[in-house]
């Protein structure tokens, strides 16, 4: 039986059956983090709140890659999108092939397989073109 696992905990949660990037906010001074950290890397306070992210945000900047790498044959795409909240987060892109890349495009998170290690399914954060462009 595979067992579905996260690259890495705590990065991304089911929340009413949609995906959501777990970031946090200072209470002290309002700055927001992804990832979620102690540790204000604003005003160093140490109030943090936990805040789900924003699923849709604008492409920033990309780049598609044509060197392998430990798990992902090339060509892949990775690149950083824009949040609401006004923080940047970067990911691997998919869909690119169906849907050319263009600076400002809206994207939407999903959370899929990455890949297989031993008998586990390694699941992560990806950004995609949304379909409501």
Not at 26 to 45: D, F, W
Not at 54 to 74: A, D, K, N, W
Request: charged letters at 25%.
């Amino acid at each position: 039986m595979t067992t579905t696992v996260p690259f890495k905990e705590g990065l991304f949660e089911e929340v009413s059956g949609k995906w959501a990037l777990v970031g946090c906010r200072c209470k002290q001074c309002g700055q927001i983090i992804y990832p979620c950290s102690e540790v204000c890397l604003n005003c160093l306070g140490r109030d943090m709140e936990k805040l789900n992210l924003s699923r849709h945000g604008e492409l920033y900047s990309f780049t598609i890659v044509h060197m392998p790498s430990e798990h992902f044959e090339p060509p892949y795409a990775i690149g950083w999108m824009e949040l609401p909240e006004g923080i940047k987060i970067f990911s691997q892109i998919r869909g690119w092939q169906e849907h050319p890349l263009e600076i400002g495009m809206d994207m939407e998170l999903t959370v899929e397989k990455l890949w297989d290690e031993e008998e586990k399914e390694v699941i992560g954060y990806i950004f995609r073109p949304s379909a409501n462009r």
